[in-house]
């Protein structure tokens, strides 16, 4: 099967998994900008909640962290010229949505970056929507039967047409996040948190540029 006619039949497959879903993910509960969502986040911390379904310590400490993170990412991370060359070409009007949660390790270590391309050309509109309060539109982008976040889905405004989706992290990050699940269960759990954050460190945000440049490239054409 051809590359493009490959691209044809996941895509179709995506969108008829949908409408067996009924889904429209425009029609989700509340959707966010980006300094609404964190704003959001924040002000639950502040009342000792969490966003999600599940309330406890352990996610309201890792809301907390994941805050201070985003703040710092948000301050220091840059883009690479290639990934604001392949922004600048963007010439169509996307929305990007994101299902995300403010407990998730995966998007505080993302989403400003994901924040500052949109920021970098007036096409992309970013819109992010929570996991828990739409199971159904979370359902029609599972990971490998998970319902792993963040999820970026890139939809043509003028067509309503999905062009791509993205993530739930970088290939080179879950490339490691494999190979601890290959070591067990109890290893995975003792020692994920801590592991994840330390590759990530370790990459400064390279993989997810390098992937996004990819993949807008492709949507773009």
């Given amino acids: 099967m051809s590359l493009e006619r490959w691209r044809s039949y996941i895509c179709n ?5 949908m409408e067996l879903l009924n889904v429209d993910i425009k029609s989700a509960t509340q959707l966010f900008s980006y300094s609404e969502y964190l704003a959001m986040v924040s002000t639950l911390a502040d009342l000792g909640r969490v966003t999600g379904d599940v309330q406890s ?4 400490k890792t809301t907390e962290v994941n805050l201070h993170r985003i703040a710092r990412l948000n301050e220091k991370a840059t883009l690479s010229a290639s990934l604001k060359g392949a922004l600048s ?3 169509t009007k996307w929305t990007w949505y994101v299902i995300t949660e403010g407990w998730c390790g995966d998007a505080s ?8 391309m949109a920021e970098m050309n007036p096409n992309i509109n970013l819109k992010l929507l929570l996991r828990d309060d739409n199971p159904e539109i979370m359902d029609a982008y599972l990971t490998n039967g998970g319902q792993a976040i963040p999820k970026l889905i890139c939809i043509n405004d003028e067509t309503g ?3 791509g989706t993205w993530g739930p992290r ?14 067990g269960p109890e290893a995975f759990k003792a020692h994920f948190g801590k592991k994840l954050h ?3 460190g370790k990459d400064k945000g390279k993989s997810v540029q390098e992937e996004f440049t990819h993949f807008i490239n492709i949507w773009n054409k």
């Avoid at 310590?57 to 309201?60: N, R, Y």
């Fill in 13 to 17: 497959s995506k969108l008829k998994m």
């Fill in 57 to 60: 310590e352990g996610l309201l």
């Fill in 89 to 91: 070409q963007v010439n």
């Fill in 109 to 116: 270590q993302n989403l400003s970056y994901i924040a500052k």
């Fill in 161 to 163: 047409e999905e062009v």
């Fill in 170 to 183: 970088p290939q080179h990050i879950q490339f490691q996040v494999n190979a601890l699940k290959a070591e």
């Fill in 198 to 200: 330390v590759w990530y």
